[in-house]
């Protein structure tokens, strides 16, 4: 079984936009090499961590889990599917990082979630929150948190 995490955001800008602005991120963050282009992350790469990630425009709908319960429609969505076969802990970290890295490179509101049901962070109006569990938010994944944040418990099932 797949283990699957998703950024939804309302950045405002198409998953084009969005993707320069990503490769910016994964390049700083060695996580792509100095080839791979923004047009590539549209049809779906493979990262240097062995994590399958593609940006698309968003299909949300008014009805499903991040309109109805966060309150904000996306407009671009990333897609991480984890290699079962690498270390998934250092791919977790690859992509928390690639997600805190956007939050100060496109401006909105954004989610990062593992398949609806647990959120990592949400930031709602310019406000950003941790989920509140120590399990997901260890110390040294704190330490990569630059901006201002508070920490609570975040109900995808609200």
Same mark, same amino acid.
Do not use: C
């Given at each position: 079984? @797949?283990? !699957? &995490?998703?950024? !939804?955001?309302?950045?405002?800008?198409? @998953?084009?936009?969005?993707?320069?602005?990503?490769? %910016? +991120? %994964?390049? !700083?963050?060695?996580?792509?090499? %100095?080839?791979?282009?923004?047009?590539?992350?549209?049809?779906?790469?493979?990262?240097?961590? $062995?994590?399958?990630?593609?940006?698309?425009?968003?299909?949300?709908?008014? *009805?499903?889990?991040?309109? /109805? +319960?966060?309150?904000?429609?996306?407009? #671009?969505?990333?897609? &991480?599917?984890?290699?079962? *076969?690498?270390?998934?802990?250092?791919?977790?970290?690859?992509?928390? =990082?690639?997600?805190?890295?956007?939050?100060?490179?496109?401006? $909105?509101?954004?989610?990062?979630?593992?398949?609806?049901?647990? /959120?990592?962070?949400?930031?709602?109006?310019? #406000?950003?929150?941790?989920?509140? =569990? /120590?399990?997901? *938010?260890?110390? !040294?994944?704190?330490? *990569?948190?630059?901006?201002?944040? $508070?920490? /609570? &418990?975040?109900?995808?099932? %609200?």
């Amino acid at each position: 079984m @797949a283990i !699957e &995490f998703t950024v !939804e955001m309302r950045a405002g800008q198409t @998953a084009a936009v969005v993707a320069e602005s990503v490769v %910016a +991120v %994964a390049r !700083e963050l060695v996580l792509i090499d %100095a080839e791979t282009v923004a047009a590539q992350l549209l049809q779906g790469v493979v990262l240097g961590n $062995g994590t399958w990630f593609r940006v698309s425009d968003s299909r949300s709908q008014a *009805w499903q889990t991040v309109p /109805a +319960v966060l309150g904000f429609m996306p407009d #671009v969505d990333l897609y &991480f599917r984890l290699d079962k *076969w690498t270390d998934i802990s250092g791919q977790q970290d690859g992509l928390i =990082r690639l997600a805190l890295g956007l939050l100060e490179h496109v401006t $909105g509101d954004m989610v990062l979630h593992r398949e609806y049901e647990t /959120a990592l962070f949400v930031r709602k109006d310019g #406000v950003l929150t941790l989920n509140d =569990r /120590a399990d997901l *938010w260890t110390p !040294e994944r704190l330490a *990569w948190v630059r901006l201002p944040h $508070g920490q /609570a &418990f975040i109900d995808l099932d %609200a």
